[in-house]
């Protein structure tokens, strides 16, 4: 019969029993988090504000939901942005907001990209300059709270 309370139990891995060496948070690790954008409220300046509130820099991999309106922008394109005012839902939605390395929001550099879906089911796609959340919106998202910037030089 084995007794329970001996120290021949064996532990699966990890670190020795009271040892001190725990892992430690890496302020510039990834994290993956879920963001839930309220109904009524412009996705874009809400990601912009949550980025800036919580001194992250944030990458967008997708985005689920209903739009009611949207504003976009096609770069290289002379023509203005299209507004579109009616119910669109979410096909694909990704961007970045990068926090500038002084820190300060002025600078920063951001790009939101969509594509979205209209009722007699046509697409509309470009650079998103505001986008209201008709419900609420889900947001995939990556964050960063100290990047590191590095700078790629061309050999001519």
């Known amino acids: 019969m084995e007794n329970l ?3 021949s139990v064996r532990r699966s891995g990890g670190s020795p029993l009271g040892s001190k060496n725990k892992p430690k948070d890496n302020p510039s690790t990834t994290n993956k988090v879920v963001l839930v954008v309220p109904p009524g409220i412009n ?3 809400w990601v912009e504000g949550f980025a ?3 001194g992250v820099s944030l ?3 997708t985005g689920s939901g ?7 922008k096609h770069k290289g394109s002379q023509l ?7 119910q669109l839902n979410l096909v694909s939605f990704s961007g970045a907001y990068i926090l500038s390395p002084s820190g300060g929001g002025s600078s920063s550099t951001k790009f939101f990209n969509t594509s ?3 009722d007699d089911y046509s697409v509309v796609s470009g ?3 505001h986008m209201v959340a008709l419900g609420p919106v889900l947001l995939s998202v990556f964050f960063l709270s100290d990047p590191k910037f590095y700078k790629i030089t061309t050999t001519d």
């Open 5 to 7: 309370g001996e120290s």
């Open 43 to 45: 996705i874009i300046q």
């Open 52 to 54: 800036q509130d919580n």
């Open 59 to 61: 990458a967008i991999l």
């Open 66 to 72: 209903a739009i009611s309106e949207v504003a976009l």
């Open 80 to 86: 203005q942005s299209q507004e579109f005012k009616e």
């Open 116 to 118: 979205l879906v209209r």
């Open 127 to 129: 650079s998103a300059l």
